[in-house]
């Protein structure tokens, strides 16, 4: 039996939902705004995150309040098959791939209260057992560059390790300084985003800098050239691949064999098409971490279950989400993160 076969015929009663805004200025300096959607039936709430980035999809969400035919009494399979059949942006979206991370709010929310309303968690579910989550803090170093954004956490928390995003403005002493803090557990080259305000273009000097520098750690997303290939061609085992991962068939099309991928929830967008990937993976001894996408609300907790029985001991990116404010506070939860299932539902802690 299949992961999702597990959970597919789940009964699910639903009445009504309403939308919930959040919004917060987070390390990247951009207002991040994301939208709560709760679900409710049978006096229970099933509630997930929609991390649509662009802040207008949001607010034209909001706005429209909500207007889907969501009632009536389903099976988590019926449901995620209703919502396929519906339009879930009241107008176009800015960008093809916030369709997935909408599916995924709805479909996380009624998993959650499928599992409520069964009077069942998760992991119970599935037959597992959640163990402590592995992380890593996601972080960029600021133009022009410097160690400060690291270093300030560092003083706080001096276990932490990261995965940080080169940028070809990055030189040797800073590589330097980088390379003796330790903490460095994986680079992300953000190769496959276009258009973006992340956006880094293949620069083969900067991929030889850091791939010989951090000789252990993750090599996430480069962008492959002729030039930047032969560059790399001695560290293919340490390439992991995040943006263009959206299903199996992303996976099988990679360059390379992988050993490696990051598995986004919200980028797969559909329950079954995550846990699909998940046993693909299993099967195929490819490995796994989980990736956040600057959750303000339930989603980040729902990652950091996911991490929890499926890729625990991983560089999973699914920091508590203080470590993405600009100062994060003192008294934040170090790695590993001890197990917070809640006794029902998709909830952590």
Not at 99 to 110: K, L, V
Not at 173 to 182: D, F, N, P, W
Request: glycine fraction near 8%; aromatic fraction near 8%; charged fraction near 20%.
């Amino acid at each position: 039996m299949s992961t999702w076969q597990r959970l597919s015929e789940l009964p699910v009663e639903v009445e009504d939902y309403s939308l919930e805004p959040l919004q917060a200025t987070v390390s990247s300096d951009f207002e991040r705004k994301s939208t709560v959607i709760h679900l409710r039936g049978c006096g229970e709430e099933g509630i997930g995150e929609d991390v649509t980035y662009d802040a207008v999809d949001h607010e034209i969400l909001q706005a429209a309040g909500p207007g889907l035919a969501l009632a009536g009494s389903h099976t988590l399979a019926s449901f995620c098959e209703l919502l396929g059949g519906l339009e879930l942006f009241p107008e176009p979206p800015q960008r093809e791939v916030s369709a997935r991370y909408r599916t995924w709010a709805y479909e996380s929310a009624a998993l959650d209260l499928a599992l409520r309303q069964a009077g069942t968690s998760l992991h119970e579910a599935l037959g597992r057992v959640p163990q402590p989550v592995r992380f890593v803090v996601s972080l960029r170093l600021g133009e022009p560059p410097s160690l400060e954004p690291l270093r300030r956490r560092l003083d706080l928390y001096p276990g932490l390790r990261f995965k940080l995003d080169p940028t070809s403005s990055w030189d040797e002493q800073l590589i330097a300084e980088l390379v003796a803090t330790g903490a460095v557990d994986s680079v992300d080259f953000k190769g496959y985003y276009v258009g973006s305000i992340v956006d880094q273009p293949a620069d083969p000097v900067l991929y030889r800098r850091v791939a010989e520098a951090f000789p252990q750690a993750w090599i996430e997303d480069p962008a492959l050239t002729e030039e930047t290939d032969a560059v790399l061609a001695a560290h293919r085992e340490r390439f992991s691949w995040d943006a263009p991962i959206h299903s199996i068939e992303d996976i099988q099309a990679l360059p390379y064999p992988p050993r490696m991928v990051n598995i986004k929830p919200s980028r797969l967008g559909g329950l079954r098409n995550l846990l699909d990937a998940y046993d693909y993976c299993a099967e195929r001894s490819i490995g796994n971490y989980g990736g956040g996408q600057f959750e303000l609300g339930v989603g980040r907790g729902q990652n950091q279950y996911l991490a929890s029985i499926f890729h625990a001991d991983a560089p999973n990116d699914v920091a508590p989400t203080g470590f993405n404010l600009p100062s994060p506070p003192a008294g934040l939860p170090v790695s590993p993160l001890a197990p917070e299932p809640s006794e029902l539902g998709f909830r952590w802690g």
